[in-house]
């Protein structure tokens, strides 16, 4: 299955239209919740903590939503194999990408890239259910590690759809702010929008990891 295959296929697109969905319900709740805490302190836990893990539910339910078409697959051991190989690995899962997360932003210079958090949980999240899948097919010689190629696409996406994402939640955070008179759709939009312009990281990096088991 080609990359243009696995963006457009019908799993693909059900996904997408959950995900969406989630993000359009899940991050004005966050906000919801982060105005009614009422206190300084509880509300930068919500944003430094709370934020955070709803991102990391939410890249890895996408994940595996769209699994193994993400990685140019039509067949494959079912995710619910995968995860019942042993009942850690839910929690392992949602652990390292939710770590990811919280300490990128503390790495010396690249913690300024915010454009690179998403696409890094997509692509850890890959990596990991990746291994799982090759050890579920007893398949011993396979790389984790992108080629030069697709890590500069990656880089290049990365910061092109950060770039959009911000622009338009711009125009939009205004037009939002004006028809329902509050502030704050800017960042609320950005967040929404950013999640889902950055999501063809996710199949450009898993379908160069399939082409090792196809």
Same mark, same amino acid.
């Given at each position: ?146 080629? !030069? /190629? &697709? #890590? ?6 990365? +910061? ?7 622009? =338009?939640?711009? @125009? ?12 704050? !759709? /800017? &960042? #609320? ?6 999640? +889902? ?7 450009? =990096?898993?379908? @160069? ?6």
């Amino acid at each position: 299955m080609t990359l243009t295959q696995a963006i457009f296929h019908q799993h693909t697109l059900f996904a997408l239209f959950v995900y969406g969905l989630s993000i359009i319900i899940v991050l004005p709740l966050f906000v919801f919740i982060h105005d009614k805490l009422d206190n300084t302190f509880l509300q930068y836990c919500w944003d430094k903590i709370g934020m955070p893990l709803i991102r990391t539910l939410l890249i890895i339910g996408f994940i595996l939503l769209i699994y193994p078409v993400n990685f140019g697959l039509d067949s494959a051991p079912s995710i619910n194999e995968l995860l019942s190989v042993n009942d850690k690995r839910s929690s392992f899962l949602i652990n390292m990408i939710f770590l990811l997360t919280f300490f990128f932003p503390l790495v010396p210079l690249l913690g300024k890239w915010d454009e690179l958090i998403i696409p890094l949980q997509g692509v850890l999240c890959s990596m990991i259910i990746f291994s799982w899948l090759c050890q579920g097919l007893n398949i011993q010689d396979y790389s984790l590690s992108p080629d !030069f /190629k &697709v #890590l500069a696409l990656i880089i290049f996406i990365s +910061i092109a759809t950060h770039w959009l994402a911000k622009h =338009f939640s711009k @125009y939009a955070g205004n037009y939002f702010d004006k028809l329902f008179h509050r502030e704050g !759709f /800017k &960042v #609320l939009t950005f967040k929404a929008v950013v999640l +889902i312009m950055q999501s063809p990281v996710i199949f450009i =990096f898993g379908t @160069y990891l399939g082409k090792q088991i196809l």
